[in-house]
């Protein structure tokens, strides 16, 4: 159905950011709700100055993994500072957010253990999985219960558990119950692991994720993120308290063969993460804006989630529909992600919102009133 459609949604091209919420698309000035940039970081000052001078001194990349020549200065002062500012007493970082969980998740579990994974868990979580070997177990999503059947039904089986989670599920923007997980993974002695890539600067009161904003940091024996959504770099990292981490580098493929972080990207993610933990205002000014797109979709008559997250999808009938509604909106100034099955939960497209903390309440509401005419056009708002 996509040659019918008048340009190729997975294929557009932000020709200039002029700001963190604004961007030239087709040679006009495009407002930018599907880029993940939660709290602006992408344009930020401190942080291109800090990569300049970096880039400078120990030039544009490593040319190496981390356990060749790529591990330099920046890379273990990077591990400290988030150890640091999760309170655990390791870090590992990767190349991207997606060789994270590919590499976490393989080196934690083999053939003989058993992986359980939300059921709308990420794909890259799915492919660490693939990766690992491990036997792979889906309980519905969301679902503390349903997990623990599943865990008990598992109880006899000899081998590692290893339970997986996301605090924000980056399609819907649901937010997991982290605490009632903990709680049914200690109670059957599975370890937990909670990828934070979207909650990550989001939740908690400082900007730790779901398990932070759920009061049980201790009970998550793992927790994976990225770099490029609140931080607006590129990476990912995993903090842990166990002591084998140093063996996780030596059997983490993703981590062992791959090229580590250019140091001008590391001094970036470095004074951006300074951000974060000074400015909590930024979290407050993206919860507002959350609220503000969530309630004025749903006040228009669009089919949202219940709870107002950085991340607001609007669920369509069908493909041609959801084509239409995206290049419409194109058209009329707003960029937003067009997601459609098999990789949307229960198969129906959706277009997902991404909200920033960069956005004003006025384009806010330009937003809105283009979801509420194209979607009128195009029948998703009925009469």
Aim: charged share 20%; glycine share 10%; aromatic share 6%.
């Amino acid at each position: 159905m996509l040659h019918a459609s008048p340009r190729d949604p997975f294929n557009v091209v932000i020709e200039k950011p002029l700001s963190a919420s604004e961007g030239v698309i087709e040679g006009r000035p495009t407002l930018l709700f599907g880029t993940n940039n939660y709290l602006g970081m992408s344009q930020s000052t401190p942080a291109r100055e800090k990569a300049q001078a970096v880039a400078r001194s120990m030039g544009v990349g490593t040319t190496g993994s981390r356990i060749a020549n790529g591990t330099f200065s920046l890379h273990a002062q990077l591990e400290q500072r988030l150890a640091k500012l999760f309170g655990r007493k390791h870090a590992m970082v990767f190349s991207t957010g997606y060789q994270a969980n590919l590499g976490t998740i393989s080196a934690l579990v083999n053939k003989d253990d058993i992986l359980f994974l939300d059921a709308d868990c990420h794909a890259s979580i799915y492919d660490g999985a693939k990766l690992s070997g491990a036997r792979v177990i889906r309980f519905r999503h969301n679902d503390p219960a349903d997990l623990e059947k599943r865990l008990k039904r598992s109880a006899h089986e000899s081998g590692a558990r290893l339970v997986v989670i996301e605090g924000i599920y980056s399609m819907t923007g649901n937010v997991a119950p982290v605490k009632r997980f903990a709680e049914v993974c200690k109670a059957n002695g599975a370890a937990l692991m909670v990828d934070e890539a979207h909650s990550f600067g989001v939740l908690g009161e400082n900007g730790r994720g779901a398990a932070e904003l759920d009061g049980c940091e201790g009970e998550v024996d793992f927790i994976v993120g990225t770099f490029s959504k609140s931080l607006g770099t590129v990476g990912g990292y995993c903090v842990t308290d166990h002591d084998d981490i140093d063996l996780m580098r030596l059997v983490s493929r993703p981590y062992m063969f791959t090229a580590s972080l250019p140091p001008e990207i590391v001094a970036a993610t470095l004074a951006t993460i300074d951000d974060v933990e000074a400015k909590p205002e930024l979290r407050a000014q993206l919860r507002a804006n959350a609220a503000q797109l969530h309630g004025g979709l749903r006040a228009a008559g669009l089919k949202t989630g219940e709870h107002p997250s950085p991340v607001v999808a609007v669920t369509l009938d069908d493909i041609p529909q959801a084509l239409a509604f995206w290049n419409g909106l194109l058209e009329a100034g707003v960029y937003v992600n067009l997601s459609l099955p098999p990789a949307t939960p229960d198969n129906f497209p959706l277009l997902r919102c991404s909200v920033s903390a960069a956005h004003t309440p006025a384009q806010i509401e330009k937003a809105i009133a283009a979801f509420a005419q194209v979607g009128k056009a195009v029948g998703a708002i009925k009469a």
